[in-house]
């Protein structure tokens, strides 16, 4: 699988984005989905994740019930609804697929990983 990542941006704070991460090859109906972010002088961590046998979804505390997680219908593009954005939310935006059904937080358990997408997020 190959992954895709786009819809980063410059928001003002308070501000909605949605990301998108299309795949090719397999998809996420054998593939969790995961997004991560490393903001500058940080290490990545994890964001959010869908898991691919019952959608069940799972968020890191900073962002849960700000951010929503999904994918669509054929299970080819996964998405990051983000709202209520705030300065420290600025990152590289990274999604990810893990061949490993749950809650995935490990980056480690992800093989694939897209390219990243710049969010920043203005005060």
């Known amino acids: 699988v190959q992954l895709q990542a786009s819809g980063g941006g410059l928001v003002q704070a308070g501000g909605s984005l949605t990301l998108s991460c299309a795949a090719s090859?397999?998809?996420?109906?054998?593939?969790?989905a995961g997004w991560f972010r490393q903001a500058p002088g940080r290490e990545r961590e994890f964001v959010a994740t869908?898991?691919?046998?019952?959608?069940?979804?799972t968020y890191a505390r900073s962002v849960k019930d700000r951010f929503t997680i999904s994918r669509d219908s054929s299970k080819i593009t996964a998405f990051l609804q983000m709202n209520t954005l705030k300065p420290e939310d600025t990152a590289v935006y990274y999604c990810?697929?893990?061949?490993?059904?749950?809650?995935?937080?490990?980056?480690?358990?992800?093989?694939?990983w897209g390219q990243g997408t710049l969010v920043t997020v203005s005060s």
């Open positions: 869908i898991n691919y046998r019952d959608g069940k979804t």
């Open positions: 090859g397999r998809t996420f109906k054998t593939y969790t």
């Open positions: 990810a697929a893990s061949p490993y059904a749950g809650a995935i937080y490990d980056d480690w358990k992800y093989d694939v």
